[in-house]
């Protein structure tokens, strides 16, 4: 059974910083894209498919951001702890929302979702 298990997230004051992580089991992540996506307050029935791309990280390690993650949002991956992170600097209040990670070019696997809060 594939999981995964993301932590970080909190409250910040706007310009700071938080990383999430996202912990797989049940499968390897070595040959997988991944992402971070996020649902921003007041799309709670949003489909899954429909929220907010954030970052993509391919199996090599290079990454594709929005627009909006663009030069403070860093994704990165780490295949010996089958591990996913997202370093989010320079945060701003438009930057609250819940974040999920998840397997696979918006595959059926995603993480619980962490609470990003920034406040101004």
């Known amino acids: 059974q594939v999981q995964l298990m993301q932590s970080g997230g909190g409250s910040v004051p706007a310009g700071g910083s938080l990383r999430l992580s996202c912990v797989v089991s049940?499968?390897?992540?070595?040959?997988?894209?991944m992402g971070w996506y996020r649902q921003v307050p007041g799309k709670e029935r949003e489909r899954p498919e429909d929220?907010?791309?954030?970052?993509?990280?391919?199996?090599?390690?290079?990454?594709t951001y929005g627009n909006s993650a663009k030069g403070r949002f860093t994704a990165s991956r780490d295949h010996a702890k089958n591990t996913l992170y997202l370093q989010m600097n320079n945060l701003e209040p438009a930057d609250t929302a819940i974040y999920y990670c998840?397997?696979?070019?918006?595959?059926?696997?995603w993480g619980q979702g962490s609470q990003v809060t920034v406040f101004s």
């Open positions: 998840n397997l696979g070019l918006l595959g059926p696997n």
């Open positions: 049940g499968t390897t992540i070595a040959n997988d894209v």
């Open positions: 929220r907010e791309m954030v970052a993509l990280i391919y199996s090599g390690g290079s990454a």
